[in-house]
């Protein structure tokens, strides 16, 4: 097996850091609170989590039928080694400046329990990360897909953006699950 490009090892690094995040949030929030949305009436913690599968696996549909796509047409070679981690910076997606309204094919339907996105979301990791590794050799800098919010990505950016979403996403879980636990412990009772 060859040896990982610098690149490949950057974007990995990252999406470690923060899958760890998050599942250290997921694994220790309380499963009931988990299912409580906050007064907003946005996400609960465990229809976050939900969310993040769907759109995990939305990336992986969309990265593998492009690059099948493009190595149908003959895409060239990857020859450059040069760093795309901060190309979607500029987006500022793990900052929740706006809230953005999902598409119905992405939107959690609240069914699944946290244990079972947490356990999705680890084979999708692997998956992802195979179709990078399967498919460096070739540019994947040209094969290009567009995001509805983005606009154009290319698969490197369409990688680099599960991490940065999941991000965006955790910190909502963050924020929610502060709200119901003060909610909680205000409807207490004094002994």
């Given amino acids: 097996m060859p040896e990982m490009r610098p690149k490949v090892a950057e974007l990995f690094q990252y999406m470690d ?22 007064k907003s009436g946005a996400w609960s913690a465990s229809e976050n989590l939900a969310h993040l599968v769907l759109v995990e696996r939305s990336v992986i549909r969309v990265m593998t039928k492009s690059i099948e796509q493009a190595r149908a047409g003959g895409i060239g070679p990857d020859d450059s080694d040069e760093s795309f981690i901060h190309s979607l910076d500029k987006f500022r997606v793990p900052e929740p400046l706006t809230r953005l309204t999902a598409p119905d094919r992405i939107i959690p339907d609240g069914s699944m ?15 992802l990360k195979q179709i990078i ?59």
């Fill in 113 to 127: 329990p946290v244990e079972d996105s947490v356990a999705s979301l680890e084979a999708s990791r692997a998956q």
């Fill in 133 to 191: 590794i399967d498919n460096s050799d070739i540019a994947l800098t040209r094969i290009m897909f567009t995001h509805p919010v983005l606009k154009d990505l290319d698969m490197y950016q369409w990688a680099l953006f599960v991490p940065q979403h999941e991000e965006r996403h955790r910190r909502q879980m963050e924020r929610t699950l502060d709200e119901v636990t003060e909610r909680a412990a205000e409807c207490a009772p004094i002994v």
């Fill in 17 to 38: 850091t923060t899958r760890a995040a998050l599942f250290d949030l997921a694994r220790n929030m309380n499963p009931s609170l988990s299912q409580i949305r906050p």
